[in-house]
């Protein structure tokens, strides 16, 4: 049955549930989800998973919950991987007492002769470059990550995050970085992590003529990523001056600062010379983690400047939809033991056509109307006017919004109700409000209370 689960859903799907620490329930799945599939979808593919055994169910009804049955394949065992890349993970999964202590390896940087040698080759590159190119290619830089904009904010921080154990969904994400709204029972520096990647892709998205492989990009995207969550308030932005360590790794980084130094400026100065935007990508990928330039945060640099260059030309985004935490890990204890790359290009190669799928599905958002917003068009209508009206700043309509759901739509409707409202709230603008009788001067009070919020 599981066969008939297209392979990529079929694996976004063990992704969730084998990096879940307990049992799930249908919506807190949905929202974990990187390709999204309607609730009955979910649920039919679910059933099919339970009687195949590769999932198991607890609890009845409305509290039915799902997790992966013992021995079922997860997602990084069922992960599209070469024999290079099989064998290399293979390597990094024996256990630390079995892998050999290295240090850092200086000729791996120093033997990189950019446009020469090739971590990517011209075929593959070609080929992400064809499927990759928006159809704002010719238009100024940035101009397709603006189109995008607020997807990609929420897509790229909440993935990046997860990579790095940040336990928030996308929906969680999503809310706190539209509506400040932080989860209930989680940490505080999940919060500050997200909300920090915000930061930084805001700051390449916006200053695009400006940012590149140059010490005053990697540098402030660093202090940008780092805010607020290492012990030396100075810390962000620094080069690092002390010894760091890779926990779970036989790897120790270099520990000279005055080698870092030149290494982060060789880093940069090939990064800056290499011509084609994918080879300048995923260099970054390999080389910045693997100097651990920063006192830590360094992977999460890595993931946000490899979309410099795409952002740049206009390509589609790397946003790391659907890769397994585990899998992405391994993948840089390759680099770090090995000086293997081929895990992390597998790594690299689904992640981007995975992006590909998702932003072409955003760019054509628009199909047929939407049988739940025609259900609950009268009251979507309400509660849009009255937060308008009120006039509401974004904390507000959070606060309202709640209960007014909880005294007017059915419970099992509520949180996708929710999530319409505030999707339409973030799309307002002068050519639209109408449809809610709203009147102009109502409208840009509303405005002025919203932004600055």
Same mark, same amino acid.
């Given at each position: ?9 079929? *694996? ?9 620490? /307990? ?14 599939? =309607?609730? #009955? ?92 190119? =928006? ?23 909440? *993935? ?28 505080? #520096? ?23 492989? *140059? ?65 300048? @990508?995923?260099?970054?990928?390999? /080389? ?9 945060? *360094?992977? #999460?640099?890595?993931?946000? @400047? ?27 204890? @390759? ?54 009206? @009120? ?37 307002? /603008? ?24």
């Amino acid at each position: 049955m599981a066969r008939e689960v297209p392979l990529t859903e079929h *694996n976004d799907l063990l992704r969730v549930l084998s990096e879940a620490k /307990h049992a799930l329930s249908v919506s807190e799945i949905h929202d974990l989800l990187a390709i999204k599939v =309607a609730r #009955r979808t979910l649920q039919s593919r679910l059933k099919m998973l339970v009687e195949d055994m590769i999932i198991t169910r607890e609890g009845q009804v409305r509290s039915t919950k799902y997790r992966l049955a013992e021995g079922a394949p997860n997602a990084e065992e069922t992960f599209p991987l070469s024999d290079a890349g099989s064998a290399g993970l293979e390597r990094v999964s024996q256990n630390i007492a079995a892998r050999n202590p290295t240090g850092y390896n200086q000729t791996f940087l120093e033997e990189y002769a950019p446009n020469n040698t090739r971590y990517l080759s011209s075929e593959l590159t070609d080929e992400l470059a064809k499927l990759g190119t =928006a159809d704002t290619h010719e238009q100024e830089a940035g101009t397709y990550a603006k189109q995008i904009f607020q997807r990609l904010l929420v897509d790229l921080a909440w *993935n990046s995050s997860r990579l790095e154990g940040n336990t928030y969904s996308l929906l969680d994400t999503r809310r706190l970085i539209d509506f400040g709204e932080a989860a209930e029972g989680k940490d505080q #520096r999940e919060a500050q992590m997200i909300l920090n990647h915000k930061d930084a892709i805001e700051f390449l998205v916006r200053n695009v003529d400006d940012t590149g492989f *140059n010490r005053y990009t990697i540098q402030n995207l660093h202090a940008l990523l780092a805010n607020n969550l290492l012990p030396d308030p100075a810390a962000p932005g620094r080069l690092r001056t002390i010894a760091v360590g890779i926990e779970g790794s036989a790897f120790h980084p270099l520990e000279n600062p005055h080698v870092i130094v030149n290494n982060f400026d060789a880093i940069l100065e090939k990064a800056t010379a290499i011509i084609d935007p994918f080879e300048q @990508a995923f260099f970054v990928l390999v /080389h910045l983690p693997y100097l651990q330039p920063f006192e830590d945060v *360094n992977k #999460r640099v890595a993931r946000i @400047a490899a979309n410099i260059p795409l952002i740049r030309t206009n390509l589609v985004p790397l946003s790391f939809d659907g890769v397994p935490q585990g899998l992405y890990t391994k993948s840089v204890l @390759a680099i770090y033991e090995n000086n293997d790359i081929s895990l992390l290009r597998d790594v690299f190669v689904f992640a981007y056509r995975r992006s590909i799928q998702t932003y072409a599905a955003v760019r054509q958002s628009l199909g047929e109307p939407d049988p739940f917003r025609i259900k609950y068009r009268v009251e979507l209508s309400d509660v849009v006017s009255q937060i308008v009206t @009120a006039p509401m700043s974004r904390e507000g309509a959070v606060a309202f919004l709640k209960p007014w759901c909880a005294e007017n739509i059915p419970q099992e409707d509520r949180e996708e109700f929710r999530t319409i409202v505030e999707d339409e709230l973030l799309a307002l /603008h002068e050519g639209n409000f109408a449809r809610y009788s709203v009147r102009p001067s109502e409208f840009q009070a509303w405005q002025t209370v919203w932004k600055l919020s």
